[in-house]
């Protein structure tokens, strides 16, 4: 689509009114066009203002107790975008369309468990993820990650027991951890991601491990820039700014 | 210095390690309040408080939760009209905000509008997934004004509903039918036999003229 076209699309961006594959062109050409970002900007404001377009009512109270509790879960920290934070103070495309949502705990944990029994079998992933993705519809990002053909898929080994996998596209410049078996590093440490350049890294984000349950981190990134991700151990809640000490996992990005 | 299969890593030299727990991840917002509890979380702006929830702040959360808990709860019911997948949905939304609070930017837009961007996104996805959408959109419906009528009689509030009669005909169906009934444009002009570029010239005149039509949104308060 040319500027004008992608132009013309706003407003049906901005009532989630596009076909996924017209979503992800406009996606990208909002990467680069400041003046459509502005102008969604103001559209997003006017579709919001249709939000309360229904009668008026509250969610039962103990919705506020699960939600609470998700939110409480090890799993479920919130995360940093290196490719993101690298642009901080200078313009940047976070009033766009909200990320595709990280939610659907149990879709998650079947998508990761998946992920792990057929990660190899890239070829055959695009069936399958379209099955499962059409079942469990909400994790979105991640099953887009696994289930793209292009994707690649690295076993990160080091000290550390545990199932821990990297499967990333360096094309779309999305990845996702999939680790499992990860021993509890303690109740003052947590597990932190690294993408290493050079003698570099940078933080991804921290994780902590749930007993019988996947742990998934998306990470967006311009992975070629990367020459491997690594794991370490770092005091908690936040983990370190740099690593501070040897990383307990590793796995090369390289080309194959 | 490691080196691991030719990668080369370097730990932080001592000392940094203390520095490093009060640092935590860079930020992407800017918060105007350092650490300690947010007080009176009551009245600060949202803006402020999605800073804070992207510095995993529960406080902080909380307090989103109170103010738009209601309106995400209300758009999710009205488009699925089923109460058990409205909070499900809702549910998506608070996670999407917890997980998702660092990927806002207050210098590009609104924190209130963000947040519901969120919410509608979320009902959008729910009703597409569900395959029944909620306003029918029936071969029976043999005229536009069968299909508006028929969505439109979803939407209550006075406010919304008078800022919809200021558009045209033709852009109030297919603004309804987009964000209300969570049709793509392109299911919106086949249904109604129109060309897309059609569809699309009507949804941006009608959500550019929406834009002046209306007021000022009020806070959230809580539900």
Redesign the interface.
Known sequence: MTHGEMR?????Y??????DDEARELEAHLDTCEEC?EEL????????????????????EA??D???D???APA??????PA??RR?GS?????????P????LLALAVAAALIIVVAGFAVSLEQRFATLRAQV??ERQALAVLADPSSRVVTLS?SAAGNVRFVFDPAKRRGVLVATGLRDPGPDFVYQLWL?A????E?V??FRPAPGAPVIVPVGADFPRY??V?VSV??G???????????VL?A?LGPD | MVGVAGISWTPARQGAFRRAANHGPRRVTASPIKGGTLPLLDVVDDETLLARVAQADQDAFEAIYTRYSAAAYSLAMGMLRDAVRAQEVTQEVFLAIWRGARDFDPTRGRARTWILSVAHHKSVDAVRRSRTPTVPLSETLTSDTDVIEAAQARVDAGRVRQALQSLSFEQRAAIVLAYYGGYTQQEIAQRLGVPLGTIKTRIRDGLARLRSALPAPAPETAS
């Open positions: 013309e699309s706003l407003a049906g901005a009532l989630h009114a596009l076909a970002r900007a103001l559209l997003q404001d006017a579709a919001a203002s249709l939000a309360p377009g229904f009668v008026r009512e509250g969610p039962p919705l506020r699960r939600i609470r998700a939110v409480r479920v920290v919130p995360l940093r975008d993101r934070a901080v313009p940047d495309l976070q009033t766009r369309r909200p990320q949502g990280r939610t659907g519809g909400t080091g290493v050079g003698a570099a890294p933080s984000g921290v020459q491997a690594a770092e005091r809640p936040n983990g370190a700014p740099r690593p501070s000490a040897a990383p590793v090369r």
